[in-house]
């Protein structure tokens, strides 16, 4: 009789697994359709890559982009948490982006991010008690005016980079979330720069150069990263993220992917090009 009821405690908590893992792999279905579509990107950026690599089913990193005739804005972004927590992170993160979008002409990148702050702020209900948790999210924010060919860029901890002509150009964000951080909020930062014809633009969360491997077991860490994006420069941005995600692959080896991953790279173009 024990034997009997072993079992079908077993095929129970199976039942209750398999339903889970259903249900979670439905939510990414739903992740995947609030992100932009390849065929969107790719039309507004022929030359790019997008590398996303969830660690678990669902994820905690989103990527977003918004064209409005000669302005584009693109964003990347790495949620507290990952798996289920980070992904309703992410999709609260890509509501708000929507919302503060269609409010109007957004022409100011840390504009976007002390707003996105604001709701986060308010949706999670985050006074600075110090018995709060400190969800939020790590963003890189930029956007590109092309008939100015003006970048502006606004980071809530991560930083961007541009390769220019085999050098590498970092531009960092502030070391502040988006949502409660240890400091009293202040306003985001706003760089920027004129951009050049072929500049290689890329935005990542921290995924990848925290991954560990290599013969050591240590981290990536961000200078192997610039070395690599360097190394890389020169062929197509396709060519680069499939490099990119197949070194990242072989420094794992058997390791467990230790967060979700997401490098995105594009060609700085004109319209018309």
């Not at 990848?208 to 961000?222: A, L, M, S």
Request: hydrophobic share 40%.
């Amino acid at each position: 009789m024990e034997v009997v009821q072993g079992y079908e405690l077993q095929e129970e908590l199976l039942r209750q697994r398999k339903e889970l893992t259903d249900s979670i792999y439905y939510a990414s279905y739903i992740q995947s359709a609030l992100l932009p579509t390849y065929k969107d990107w790719y039309r507004i950026l022929p030359d790019s890559f997008i590398y996303y690599n969830p660690r678990d089913i669902v994820s905690g990193d989103f990527y977003w982009m918004k064209k409005s005739r000669k302005i584009l804005t693109v964003v990347v972004a790495d949620c507290t948490g990952h798996g289920v927590p980070g992904a309703f992170m992410s999709i609260m993160g890509i509501s708000f982006l929507n919302e503060i979008f269609s409010r109007g002409n957004i022409s100011v990148a840390k504009s976007v991010l002390n707003q996105l702050r604001e709701r986060v702020m308010k949706a999670l209900h985050q006074t600075g008690g110090s018995a709060e948790q400190k969800d939020g999210m790590d963003i890189s924010l930029c956007i590109i005016n092309y008939e100015t060919n003006e970048l502006q860029f606004a980071g809530a901890n991560q930083s961007m980079y541009i390769i220019r002509k085999n050098a590498l150009i970092e531009i960092k964000g502030d070391l502040m979330p988006i949502g409660i951080g240890g400091l009293k909020e202040r306003s985001f930062t706003n760089h920027t720069t004129s951009l050049e014809k072929n500049d290689i633009i890329f935005l990542f969360t921290d995924g990848y150069v925290d991954q560990f491997g290599g013969e050591k077991n240590k981290k990536f860490k961000y200078p192997a990263f610039r070395r690599l994006l360097l190394d890389l420069a020169a062929l197509p941005l396709k060519q680069q993220g499939e490099k990119i995600a197949e070194t990242l692959e072989i420094w794992k080896g058997y390791n467990m992917q230790v967060d979700d991953v997401t490098v995105l790279g594009f060609r700085y173009l004109k319209d018309n090009e």
